[in-house]
């Protein structure tokens, strides 16, 4: 008899388990607490879905290489739907600059390295018509999970679910229960307070997510590109542009946390549109000559980076239960790999669960290919955002200045790196790879080849790299908020007091 699996939520990370898992003939039924999409198209979706249980539906997404990748290889058919829907790929050759035009030639495998954009809502809309199309696959809404249902035992089983809808409480029963539930899950929880030893890492990411999105007037083209990056790190200030489906587009500012004025204040329209018409490579995109906004502006706190080990030390702590997505590992948004990492896990349970039928091997076996697959990505981020954290907070310190060591790291970064890899084709394929996790993230730099290019462009010195520099993003700090009508003054010793 084929295995049943309830799945908790609906969400990417529940669609990607559902895709993952329904090849395999178990019988997967996925409990979502919110109501379904409305009937209609990716327009209806974005304005009538409510989605109390996914915080970020209004933000900027984008379906990195990976998973662009896993959909063209193991679903083809949702990968027309997609597009077909008007999801967008930007391709490789978008990103090339002017220097790498002047020697580009391409090459096949510049096709994977390819990013799958829109709005979220109409990437979940398609998905989940998609998954709810498969004949072994039941999505239910309406239906909220109060508990876990645990037989007693040194290591906690995990049979079935509490659920409440529209027909009251009641159990179901499963042999496999999948966490997809997000950032709000009390799942672990309830299993650390039944005796479950569950490794658990958190940190702040230290910053605060803003996002409006908009559409182009009729007849409007999206704006060239031009030397004024439409992405970019100004420390106080991160930017960036998502086009996105049907003639939309989303931009969205990250604001560090010490920042408080600021971003207090850029949940203002108003304010909001008025940071991004003082960056040049967003001003053409806010004109309203091309484009009109469609939306409040969206903020999301309360970002943290968490990494959760079911089976420390290698030994599984609980049996019947794999939490999959944000509910296993969670990541700062900024780095645009959430997803990727709740299809990824999802696919690893896939191969765990036909590797084993020990319900501990199963959850040894998954929690070892996670460490092994998502590690590395998860370690760049944490000590990516541990570093924005450190400088916003060093730019801020009267009279800081940065170590021996700090300078030359940042030098090696910024005069050798980045002029190395928008110089050279070869280097901003390389590099692309680990952005897009079809690689280790680090591999690239540590290929004697290309550390010896990227250290030649560093010994070149600035006056011969001149046209590889981006151009400052923006105005200075101080320029900015006086220009918003904010003041720059902070309360510096009560911001950088460490906590109590």
Same mark, same amino acid.
């Given at each position: 008899?084929?295995?049943?699996?309830?799945?908790?939520?609906?969400?990417?990370?529940?669609?990607?388990?559902?895709?993952?898992?329904?090849?395999?003939?178990?019988?997967?039924?996925?409990? $979502?607490?919110?109501?379904?999409?409305?009937?209609?198209?990716?327009?209806?979706?974005? +304005?009538?879905?409510?989605?109390?249980?996914?915080?970020?539906? &209004?933000?900027?997404?984008?379906?990195?290489?990976?998973?662009?990748?896993?959909?063209?290889?193991?679903? !083809?058919?949702?990968?027309?739907?997609?597009?077909?829907?008007?999801?967008?790929?930007?391709?490789?050759?978008?990103?090339?600059?002017?220097?790498?035009?002047?020697?580009?030639?391409?090459?096949?495998?510049?096709?994977?390295?390819?990013?799958?954009?829109?709005?979220?809502?109409?990437?979940?809309?398609?998905?989940?018509? *998609?998954?709810?199309?498969?004949?072994?696959?039941?999505?239910?809404?309406? /239906?909220?999970?109060?508990?876990?249902?645990?037989?007693?035992?040194? /290591? @906690?089983?995990?049979?079935?679910?509490?659920? $409440?809808?529209?027909?009251?409480?009641?159990?179901?029963?499963?042999?496999?229960?999948?966490?997809?539930?997000?950032?709000?899950?009390?799942?672990? +929880?309830?299993?650390?307070?039944?005796?479950?030893?569950?490794?658990?890492?958190?940190?702040?990411?230290?910053?605060?997510?803003?996002?409006?999105?908009?559409?182009?007037?009729?007849?409007?083209?999206?704006?060239?590109?031009?030397?004024? @990056?439409?992405?970019? %790190?100004?420390?106080?200030?991160?930017?960036?542009?998502?086009?996105?489906?049907?003639?939309?587009?989303?931009?969205?500012?990250?604001?560090? +946390?010490?920042?408080? +004025?600021?971003?207090?204040?850029?949940? =203002?329209?108003?304010?909001?549109?008025?940071?991004?018409?003082?960056?040049?490579?967003?001003?053409?995109?806010?004109?309203?000559?091309?484009?009109? @906004?469609?939306?409040?502006?969206?903020?999301?706190?309360?970002?943290?980076?968490?990494?959760?080990?079911?089976?420390?030390?290698?030994?599984?702590?609980?049996?019947?239960?794999?939490?999959?997505? =944000?509910?296993?590992?969670?990541?700062?948004?900024?780095?645009?790999?959430?997803?990727?990492?709740?299809?990824?896990?999802?696919?690893?349970?896939?191969?765990?669960?036909?590797?084993?039928?020990?319900?501990?091997?199963?959850? $040894?076996? *998954?929690?070892?290919?996670?460490?092994?697959?998502?590690? @590395?990505? *998860?370690?760049?981020?944490? %000590?990516? =955002?541990?570093?924005?954290?450190?400088?916003?907070?060093?730019?801020?310190? !009267?009279?800081?200045?940065?170590?021996?060591?700090?300078?030359?790291?940042?030098?090696?970064?910024?005069?050798?790196?980045?002029?190395?890899?928008?110089?050279?084709?070869?280097?901003?394929?390389?590099?692309?790879?680990?952005?897009?996790?079809?690689?280790?993230?680090?591999?690239?730099?540590?290929?004697?080849?290309?550390?010896?290019?990227?250290?030649?462009?560093?010994? &070149?010195?600035?006056?011969?790299?001149?046209?590889?520099?981006?151009?400052?993003?923006?105005?200075?700090?101080?320029?900015?908020?006086?220009?918003?009508?904010?003041?720059?003054?902070?309360?510096?010793?009560?911001?950088?007091?460490?906590?109590?």
């Amino acid at each position: 008899m084929a295995e049943r699996v309830l799945v908790i939520g609906a969400g990417m990370a529940g669609l990607w388990t559902a895709l993952a898992l329904a090849p395999t003939g178990r019988e997967v039924i996925l409990l $979502e607490r919110d109501p379904p999409p409305p009937t209609g198209g990716p327009d209806e979706a974005f +304005e009538g879905w409510t989605r109390r249980g996914v915080g970020h539906l &209004r933000h900027s997404h984008a379906f990195l290489a990976r998973l662009r990748i896993l959909i063209r290889d193991e679903h !083809p058919q949702l990968l027309t739907e997609l597009l077909g829907a008007g999801c967008r790929d930007l391709g490789f050759e978008g990103g090339l600059t002017d220097i790498h035009r002047l020697s580009y030639v391409a090459d096949p495998v510049d096709r994977d390295l390819a990013v799958l954009t829109s709005r979220r809502t109409t990437l979940e809309l398609v998905m989940r018509r *998609y998954v709810e199309r498969q004949a072994n696959v039941v999505v239910r809404s309406g /239906v909220f999970v109060r508990e876990l249902i645990l037989a007693p035992g040194a /290591v @906690p089983l995990v049979t079935g679910l509490v659920v $409440e809808d529209a027909d009251g409480r009641h159990e179901l029963a499963a042999d496999l229960v999948v966490d997809a539930a997000g950032r709000t899950s009390m799942a672990v +929880e309830q299993l650390i307070e039944a005796g479950a030893t569950i490794g658990q890492e958190t940190e702040d990411c230290g910053i605060l997510y803003f996002t409006r999105h908009y559409r182009l007037n009729p007849g409007a083209s999206e704006p060239e590109r031009s030397k004024a @990056p439409a992405t970019g %790190d100004l420390e106080y200030l991160k930017f960036g542009v998502f086009p996105g489906d049907n003639g939309c587009f989303s931009i969205t500012l990250c604001v560090p +946390e010490i920042e408080e +004025e600021l971003r207090k204040k850029i949940v =203002d329209p108003a304010v909001f549109d008025a940071a991004c018409a003082r960056l040049p490579g967003l001003a053409p995109w806010v004109d309203p000559a091309t484009a009109m @906004p469609i939306s409040r502006v969206f903020g999301m706190g309360d970002l943290h980076s968490r990494w959760r080990d079911l089976a420390p030390g290698g030994r599984a702590s609980v049996s019947g239960f794999f939490p999959v997505g =944000d509910s296993l590992v969670r990541s700062n948004p900024l780095y645009g790999r959430g997803c990727s990492f709740a299809a990824v896990s999802a696919h690893l349970l896939r191969d765990a669960l036909q590797m084993f039928s020990d319900p501990g091997a199963r959850l $040894e076996a *998954y929690q070892r290919r996670v460490g092994a697959e998502l590690r @590395p990505y *998860y370690d760049a981020m944490r %000590d990516a =955002d541990r570093s924005a954290i450190r400088r916003a907070r060093q730019a801020l310190t !009267p009279g800081h200045r940065p170590s021996l060591k700090s300078r030359i790291t940042r030098r090696f970064f910024e005069d050798g790196v980045a002029v190395a890899v928008r110089s050279d084709v070869d280097l901003f394929r390389a590099a692309l790879r680990g952005f897009h996790m079809l690689e280790d993230p680090q591999a690239w730099l540590r290929r004697p080849k290309n550390l010896a290019k990227v250290l030649g462009y560093w010994a &070149r010195g600035r006056e011969r790299n001149a046209a590889a520099y981006r151009p400052r993003g923006g105005p200075e700090r101080e320029e900015m908020l006086r220009d918003l009508g904010l003041s720059p003054e902070l309360d510096i010793e009560r911001l950088l007091a460490p906590a109590a």
